[in-house]
């Protein structure tokens, strides 16, 4: 059994695609995955499965499609892959509210990308990740889900520091 953590993308995010945690949980153990659990309102899971990350990731996407009527990207990490994540991060962490980072679906081979008005913020594309340093915040930035879908032609889901931190605490655990 491998140990995953998955995220969905577009999951109760301003009153759209809603989706009770509790729903979801009982979806995913009707799926058949092991020690599944949720974390907050925003499509973050963490399970067990016997099957390969593509195997996973397509199962949730047709369980949701099938029970809720949903078409939502799922995109999914092991434990090691999430710890290289957080401690591959190539900017300042002081102050969490500035950092974050955006998961692809898959790797990218561009690895510069031109964006216009960035101010402050900064970035950097490694395979399947986009590193975030937003130091005016993230509700100001320009770097969005929808900007890097856009420039590398992938999904993308974007988590704070503090979830991915929560994450991987939780993952951990027996």
């Given at each position: 059994m491998t140990r995953f953590?998955?995220?969905?993308?577009?999951?109760?995010v301003s009153g759209k695609n809603k989706l009770p945690m509790a729903d979801l949980r009982q979806l995913l153990n009707d799926l058949e995955f092991q020690n599944v659990q949720t974390y907050i309102q925003s499509g973050n899971i963490i399970l067990d499965s016997d099957k390969s990350k593509s195997e996973?990731?397509?199962?949730?996407?047709?369980?949701?499609?099938?029970?809720?009527?949903?078409?939502?990207?799922?995109?999914?990490?092991?434990?090691?892959?999430?710890?290289?994540?957080?401690?591959?991060?190539?900017?300042?962490?002081?102050?969490?509210?500035?950092v974050a980072f955006t998961f692809l679906d898959k790797k990218t081979v561009a690895q510069e990308i031109e964006i216009k008005?960035?101010?402050?913020d900064q970035f950097k594309v490694v395979d399947d990740l986009v590193y975030l340093y937003c130091p005016n915040g993230f509700g100001k930035?320009?770097?969005?889900?929808?900007?890097?879908?856009?420039?590398?032609?992938?999904t993308a889901t974007t988590r704070n520091l503090r979830t991915t931190l929560k994450l991987i605490e939780l993952a951990e655990k027996e």
């Open positions: 953590i998955i995220l969905l993308r577009g999951i109760n996973v990731c397509q199962k949730i996407k047709d369980g949701i499609a099938s029970k809720f009527g949903y078409d939502v990207p799922v995109i999914s990490r092991t434990i090691s892959e999430w710890k290289k994540v957080i401690k591959n991060y190539p900017f300042p962490t002081e102050n969490e509210k500035i008005n960035q101010g402050e930035s320009k770097i969005t889900n929808n900007l890097f879908e856009r420039k590398l032609k992938v």
